[in-house]
């Protein structure tokens, strides 16, 4: 007997939600994709996948990240203005870019 059920992939490695200052993740950039409640992004880390929310300021950040780069992503937690308010979270961005491909080791072999 089958099952009419379709199955479809939810997710993949583990889902960090950026909460606790100092958080951090180094790995390999794997690019963005589209969540159930908004933009989400991949690194490939020592440990695994780990998806996490793109907020604005760092989706923006990450447009101009190739896939395969190196990426440190750092939470250093929500900042009090010299107001007084409390701003989101804040995230920093260090990344190494991937290494260019040689014209040569473009070509189409076959």
């Given amino acids: ?8 992939q939810v997710g993949q490695g ?3 939600k950026w909460e606790t200052p100092g958080d951090e993740f180094e790995g390999t950039w794997r690019g963005m994709h589209d969540g159930r409640f908004g ?3 991949t ?3 020592p440990e695994g996948l780990v998806t996490f929310p793109l ?3 760092l989706l923006e950040r990450l447009k101009l990240v190739r ?3 190196e990426v440190l992503i750092r939470y250093t937690g929500k900042q009090t203005s010299k107001a007084g ?3 989101p ?5 260090s990344y190494r870019p991937s290494p260019r491909r040689s014209p040569a080791s473009r070509r189409l072999i076959g």
């Fill in 1 to 8: 007997m089958s099952s009419l059920k379709r199955w479809r």
């Fill in 14 to 16: 583990q889902f960090h």
């Fill in 39 to 41: 933009p989400l992004g």
């Fill in 43 to 45: 690194l490939e880390t």
């Fill in 55 to 57: 907020h604005a300021a």
């Fill in 67 to 69: 896939e395969g780069a």
């Fill in 85 to 87: 308010r409390r701003a």
């Fill in 89 to 93: 979270g804040t995230l920093n961005l």
